[in-house]
């Protein structure tokens, strides 16, 4: 039998990696998507749970006004819309993706927080530009991709009207986006080369689930090279440990369509409730991988996504390397000729 302090100690361990708060949130808008996925079976309301999170996250963390999510809902579709269109012109996809990049960070010139806005409309606007088209035929490609937009304003609303909760039962927080970084280019720069590179070689060589390429390659990008690499042990130690365990898990458990939707549920959760990167990107990678397992499609997924992680880190690695390198030397020759 469990002794008291035993369970207290495993109460505040949980309390403190766990995010409850934000955890219930979540749950009240990406939970009634995948209600609508068992009702309908229809698999593009799963996907539509990305948007309402990628929406949640910012409204939470930067107390968002309605009228500003709304902005910020806008600009994922509209990302969205334009790399989907984009992507049978492969230059215009790599070209597009990586101004993405670039515009997500390049916001910081106005307020540092706005890096947390710029990711959460490109992870979703790309993820979902290749994801819609993975493995289907242009038309169903497009029908999918048109469900996610009709039906997305459930994702606005929901996360609205959660934002209209919290306020009214508190005092409104003021919306901030903190000093404008005083370097901005530098890594948005970065960014960009790296999203170029990552995307160019998820087109030329046709790499299956690319989007992890690129949305590695992007979020590895988080300031100095130390820092960087620092980002990219900790996605690399993720992926090496959640994906085979989640891999493990599936070959354990029958397919199920059931599982599936519990799995994808769980991972697009895994955005928002834990404190540390590094167990909540470890639980990502393990329900992504049960979650291909229960679709009976895992076959290559352990090595595909810890080789498409490592990918995109080194990439984004590269970029903020050549940035700081050239950078100081046109330091050097400023001060030099001065």
């Given at each position: 039998?469990?002794?008291?302090?035993?369970?207290?100690?495993?109460?505040?361990?949980?309390?403190?990696?766990?995010?409850?708060?934000?955890?219930?949130?979540?749950?009240?808008?990406?939970?009634?998507?995948?209600?609508?996925?068992?009702?309908?079976?229809?698999?593009?309301?799963?996907?539509?749970?990305?948007?309402?999170?990628?929406?949640?996250?910012?409204?939470?963390?930067?107390?968002?006004?309605?009228?500003?999510?709304?902005?910020?809902?806008?600009?994922?579709?509209?990302?969205?819309?334009?790399?989907?269109?984009?992507?049978?012109?492969?230059?215009?996809?790599?070209?597009?993706?990586?101004?993405?990049?670039?515009?997500?960070?390049?916001?910081?010139?106005?307020?540092?927080?706005?890096?947390?806005?710029?990711?959460?409309?490109?992870?979703?606007?790309?993820?979902?530009?290749?994801?819609?088209?993975?493995?289907?035929?242009?038309?169903?490609?497009?029908?999918?991709?048109?469900?996610?937009?009709?039906?997305?304003?459930?994702?606005?609303?929901?996360?609205?009207?959660?934002?209209?909760?919290?306020?009214?039962?508190?005092?409104?927080?003021?919306?901030?986006?903190?000093?404008?970084?005083?370097?901005?280019?530098?890594?948005?720069?970065?960014?960009?080369?790296?999203?170029?590179?990552?995307?160019?070689?998820?087109?030329?060589?046709?790499?299956?689930?690319?989007?992890?390429?690129?949305?590695?390659?992007?979020?590895?990008?988080?300031?100095?090279?130390?820092?960087?690499?620092?980002?990219?042990?900790?996605?690399?130690?993720?992926?090496?440990?959640?994906?085979?365990?989640?891999?493990?898990?599936?070959?354990?458990?029958?397919?199920?369509?059931?599982?599936?939707?519990?799995?994808?549920?769980?991972?697009?959760?895994?955005?928002?409730?834990?404190?540390?990167?590094?167990?909540?990107?470890?639980?990502?990678?393990?329900?992504?991988?049960?979650?291909?397992?229960?679709a009976g499609g895992a076959s290559g997924i352990a090595e595909e996504r810890i080789v498409n992680v490592l990918?995109?880190?080194?990439?984004?690695?590269?970029?903020?390397?050549?940035?700081?390198?050239?950078?100081?030397?046109?330091?050097?020759?400023?001060?030099?000729?001065?």
């Amino acid at each position: 039998m469990n002794s008291p302090t035993s369970t207290a100690s495993l109460r505040d361990l949980l309390s403190r990696e766990i995010k409850s708060a934000e955890l219930l949130r979540a749950l009240i808008v990406v939970g009634p998507m995948v209600v609508a996925y068992f009702i309908s079976r229809e698999t593009a309301l799963l996907n539509l749970g990305l948007v309402a999170v990628s929406l949640l996250i910012p409204a939470l963390r930067l107390h968002l006004p309605p009228k500003m999510i709304a902005w910020h809902y806008l600009a994922i579709l509209l990302t969205f819309a334009a790399l989907f269109l984009a992507a049978p012109v492969k230059p215009l996809f790599v070209a597009l993706t990586a101004l993405a990049g670039f515009l997500a960070v390049a916001g910081t010139r106005y307020g540092e927080h706005f890096r947390t806005l710029g990711n959460w409309v490109f992870i979703p606007a790309v993820y979902l530009a290749c994801e819609v088209r993975e493995g289907v035929s242009a038309s169903e490609a497009l029908r999918h991709a048109g469900v996610i937009i009709v039906s997305s304003p459930i994702a606005l609303a929901l996360v609205c009207a959660i934002r209209i909760y919290d306020q009214r039962r508190r005092s409104p927080a003021a919306t901030s986006f903190g000093p404008p970084a005083a370097e901005w280019f530098l890594p948005a720069a970065a960014t960009a080369m790296a999203v170029f590179a990552a995307a160019g070689l998820v087109e030329i060589l046709d790499l299956a689930q690319g989007q992890w390429v690129m949305w590695s390659a992007a979020s590895v990008v988080v300031g100095d090279l130390s820092a960087s690499t620092g980002k990219l042990k900790q996605r690399a130690i993720g992926a090496f440990i959640g994906v085979p365990l989640g891999f493990l898990a599936g070959l354990a458990l029958p397919q199920s369509r059931v599982g599936y939707a519990i799995a994808v549920l769980a991972a697009t959760l895994t955005l928002i409730s834990f404190s540390r990167y590094i167990v909540g990107f470890g639980l990502r990678c393990f329900f992504i991988a049960l979650a291909a397992s229960f679709a009976g499609g895992a076959s290559g997924i352990a090595e595909e996504r810890i080789v498409n992680v490592l990918i995109g880190g080194t990439f984004g690695l590269i970029a903020v390397a050549l940035t700081e390198t050239v950078w100081l030397r046109v330091i050097r020759k400023v001060r030099s000729s001065g």
